[in-house]
């Protein structure tokens, strides 16, 4: 079964697939270890991860290398964050052609100019493309795919940039027109007022994913009961969990002068060692090595 295809299966199975963010192979063998559907391969966090704004200083190739890496690691899907799309229609067929030869299941295109920068970057420049200018990267990208099953998602973040649900909805509606298979819709508010009124009046029949970082009190069952949203994705949790842990961490040991108080709290190194893989290796040594 194609990676689309397993994608598609668990929205068909689940009715809302729940996407992990990941910045690594390790986060995503963590991410399916806790349950999740599927990995949500963030630029965002793949940006933090090199010390970057997430400003798309971090190439296509960088990119697509760890998403490869993700995907050999873990057998969930790979909803691939590639932005802009690297470029112009054309760009966006390239790009499509290589992260499904990657193993993704997935990308997900966004309507702003490039360089684009972080949607919840406050005072960012959030600079939206035309629509028929957007249009013509969907449908370069859904020619462009072999898989018939390999999802292309758009993107559209007019609420980001301070359009009303009007403006959201008809780029919607154009963007399924041009042939996309989901519509993510954005928001940088910390209620989730205006996702529920866009939900409340989408009139497309694809469906809806949704990124509920800026508004996390909206529920998974209050995401079900709106019924056209197929996709959570906890956008960038994996690499501020990340970041949470290890400066407390840090903080311990710079303050005791040591790591005994720390080692008691972290996991140990043969665990370590489970997530890479050793014991396996192990059993491959005594197989193979003569």
């Known amino acids: 079964m194609s990676p689309g295809k397993r994608l598609r299966l668990v929205i068909e199975t689940h009715g809302l697939a729940q996407i992990m963010s990941g910045h690594s192979p390790l986060s995503a063998i963590l991410a399916d270890e806790a349950g999740f559907d599927g990995i949500w391969a963030s630029g965002f966090e793949l940006s933090a991860l090199y010390g970057l704004p997430d400003m798309s200083f971090i190439s296509m190739t960088q990119h697509l290398d760890m998403v490869g890496a993700i995907v050999a690691a873990t057998t969930l899907p790979v909803v691939a964050d590639i932005d802009t799309g690297f470029g112009n229609a054309i760009n966006v067929m390239h790009a499509?052609?290589?992260?499904?030869?990657?193993?993704a299941a997935a990308v997900v295109i966004e309507d702003k100019i490039f360089p684009k920068v972080s949607s919840l970057t406050p005072n960012g420049r959030q600079d939206l493309t035309r629509?028929?200018?957007?249009?013509?990267?969907?449908?370069?990208?859904?020619?462009?795919?072999?898989?018939?099953?390999?999802?292309?998602?758009?993107?559209?973040?007019?609420?980001?940039?301070?359009?009303?649900?009007?403006?959201a909805l008809a780029r919607g509606v154009a963007y399924q027109a041009a042939g996309a298979d989901m519509i993510l819709v954005h928001s940088k508010l910390d209620t989730p007022r205006q996702i529920e009124r866009f939900s409340g009046a989408?009139?497309?029949?694809?469906?809806?994913?949704?990124?509920?970082?800026?508004?996390p009190q909206l529920t998974e069952r209050r995401i079900r009961d709106l019924g056209n949203i197929a996709m959570v994705i906890y956008g960038n949790h994996a690499i501020r969990a990340c970041i949470t842990a290890m400066r407390g961490a840090f903080a311990t040991?710079?303050?005791d002068g040591s790591a005994a108080n720390l080692d008691r709290e972290l996991v140990s190194v043969d665990e370590v060692f489970r997530l890479q893989g050793m014991p396996h290796i192990r059993e491959l040594e005594e197989k193979f090595l003569r």
């Not at 957007?134 to 007019?158: M, N, S, W, Y």
């Open 96 to 103: 499509v052609k290589s992260y499904e030869c990657a193993g």
């Open 131 to 167: 629509v028929e200018e957007f249009q013509g990267k969907i449908a370069a990208a859904v020619a462009a795919r072999r898989d018939p099953d390999f999802l292309v998602i758009a993107r559209t973040e007019a609420l980001i940039a301070g359009f009303d649900e009007d403006e």
């Open 202 to 215: 989408w009139i497309g029949h694809v469906p809806l994913a949704i990124v509920p970082t800026t508004y």
């Open 253 to 255: 040991i710079k303050r």
